[in-house]
């Protein structure tokens, strides 16, 4: 793997440079050798059997074994795997996702003839590598270095941040003691209070004393309203029962005038049957031949009061109508007065819940005692209520007219009388 340029604590040992030189077992010590004269940076060798690490041989120590007498011509010809049976030190086998920090301290707690020792890397392929311990203490000395850095360039950001800090502060007492000196100016002039707010002042009294006085003056308009209202509003019902009254009579006249015009039919018949008599006995006297002085004065008297009857009664038909004609008037007048009164009535609830609304809002302001109000205030009448007086006043009069007329004159029974004496009178 390539050397990382820029190592950080998270890094693993898979990330560091390693070396690969695995031999079996049966592999002559001459071959290992010749190895580690081509590649003098090369650590050591891993010695497997049928894919089974059996140990690791590092560049040290085969080179003290093979700097004593007898020791090439021993271990060169024969396998490497008697040496390993000879030195019998254990390999320490690490995965490649060990910290570089952990793999140190597992390299340190190794006996101390052997902390140098390279280090067999299980790759995530199950491929072996050898590790240079030396290589890990440089890559461990690279982060403490890069994390002193760090910690250096922290603590002169934080140096710099508490100078700006600082600076902030000093500007913030100095901001508040400015505020406290304003706060102090401020105190003093509220103490000495202007001219300006002198004036407010007064202004503000002369509002509150006008405000007592709508007070008044509205207190003292509910109660003359209400007064008012509640006699206008008893007025009101009293005309609406006068005209209940009025409607009354009036259906009564009417009653009566049909009664008129019935008798007045009657009598139309009656006239009839007078004429035809009076028809009858000229008829008699014709053919008798010579006349009777009382029979025939009989005739013309009968003549006569049959033309008279015939005249009353067109005049009692007359008058009946104009009675029909002035009936309907009284009685669109008083359902007039009546719609007006209801009218006045509903005006008078909206009025008085207006009103309320005005003594709520009053109740509302608590105001010391008022004092009493020179001159009251006078309520006007409604032109509406003078009006509905009026036009009720009017109706009356006219229903006692009609009245007297129908106790004066009883049309049917004295047209029947008048009739009754005439037929007395002129009996021969």
Sequence with gaps: ????????????????????????AATPGQVVA???????????????????????????????????????????????????????????????????DDAVQASLNRQKDLIYEPIIVVMENQSLRILDVKTLVIAQSQILAQAHKIIQRYRVERQKYQGIIQQEQAKFHQCNELLKSQQRQTEKSQNTPSSQEVALVKQAEEIAQINQRFVRIAKLISSEGRQAFQATFQGANSICHNTDKILGVGKAIANDLETVNRTSRTIREAIEQVRHLAVQVAVVTNQMGSQPNGLSQVSLEIGRLASKTFELGTQMEQIASRFKLRVHELTEAARAGANVAKSVTIKIDRAEMALLELEELISEKDFNAPPPIAQPLGVRKSVTADSLVKEIEHAEVGVSELEDIVKQQDSSQYLIQKIQQALKSKKP
Aim: with cysteine.
């Design 34 to 100: 010749e190895r580690f004269e081509q590649e003098p940076d090369l650590p050591g060798v891993i010695i497997t059997h049928e894919s089974q690490v059996l140990g690791m041989i590092s560049r040290v120590k085969f080179r003290e074994q093979m700097s004593l007498p007898d020791r090439v011509e021993l271990y060169g010809q024969h396998p490497i795997r008697s040496l390993l049976d000879f030195i019998r030190i254990p390999p320490l086998l690490l995965s490649e996702k060990w910290k570089i």
């Design 1 to 24: 793997m390539s050397n990382p340029t820029q190592l950080t604590p998270d890094f693993t040992i898979g990330h560091l440079p390693c070396h690969h030189f695995q031999v079996s």
